[in-house]
């Protein structure tokens, strides 16, 4: 089982190297993304709050998701497969193999989504169990801006 994550983790990593340019540059759905969460504070200000879950989006119409532990740093996928945009609004995600719910292996999920800006969206995914629209927002990671003029 390590073997297989490992390897799953070694192929995202290396298609995200080829990919980099394409991820960084997008202004779509392709990309790295960070969970975040809205909050409304007392004094009515909003503040965005990241998770440490991430989902990539590969040029490929591959993705994975990951998350990183806050106790010892250590990073899992919980799950993978591919994925296809339908429309402007909606995609579809095909589970290849869900390690945190094995109920959700090989299955199929469409995902509604709206682009707030380049860099955050909005998506939301049916819940069958409580029979509602579950909202999640996502947070482009973007390259760290340069110290200097020499990068």
Same mark, same amino acid.
């Given at each position: 089982?390590?073997?297989?994550?490992?390897?799953?983790?070694?192929?995202?990593?290396? +298609?995200?190297?080829?990919?980099?340019?394409?991820?960084?540059?997008?202004?779509?759905?392709? +990309?790295?993304?960070?969970?975040?969460?809205?909050?409304?504070?007392?004094? +009515?200000?909003?503040?965005?709050?990241?998770?440490?879950?991430?989902?990539?989006?590969?040029?490929?119409?591959?993705?994975?998701?990951?998350?990183?532990?806050?106790?010892?740093?250590? @990073?899992?996928?919980?799950?993978? +497969?591919?994925?296809?945009?339908?429309?402007?609004?909606?995609?579809?995600? @095909?589970?290849?193999?869900?390690?945190? @719910?094995?109920?959700?292996?090989?299955?199929?999920?469409?995902?509604?989504?709206?682009?707030?800006?380049?860099?955050?969206?909005?998506?939301?995914?049916?819940?069958?169990?409580?029979?509602?629209?579950?909202?999640?927002?996502?947070?482009?990671?973007?390259?760290?801006?340069?110290?200097?003029?020499?990068?």
């Amino acid at each position: 089982m390590k073997k297989l994550i490992f390897t799953v983790a070694l192929m995202a990593i290396t +298609g995200m190297a080829f990919a980099q340019k394409d991820l960084v540059e997008s202004k779509s759905l392709v +990309g790295i993304w960070q969970q975040a969460q809205a909050n409304q504070s007392n004094d +009515g200000q909003l503040k965005i709050t990241k998770q440490p879950v991430y989902k990539v989006l590969n040029t490929d119409n591959t993705f994975f998701c990951f998350a990183i532990s806050s106790n010892d740093l250590s @990073s899992t996928v919980s799950h993978w +497969g591919t994925y296809k945009i339908t429309s402007d609004s909606t995609f579809t995600e @095909s589970v290849t193999r869900h390690y945190t @719910s094995s109920a959700l292996d090989k299955s199929e999920s469409q995902m509604r989504f709206k682009l707030v800006d380049e860099n955050t969206f909005i998506m939301r995914y049916y819940n069958e169990a409580n029979k509602q629209w579950i909202p999640e927002l996502w947070v482009r990671v973007t390259p760290r801006k340069a110290v200097n003029n020499n990068n």
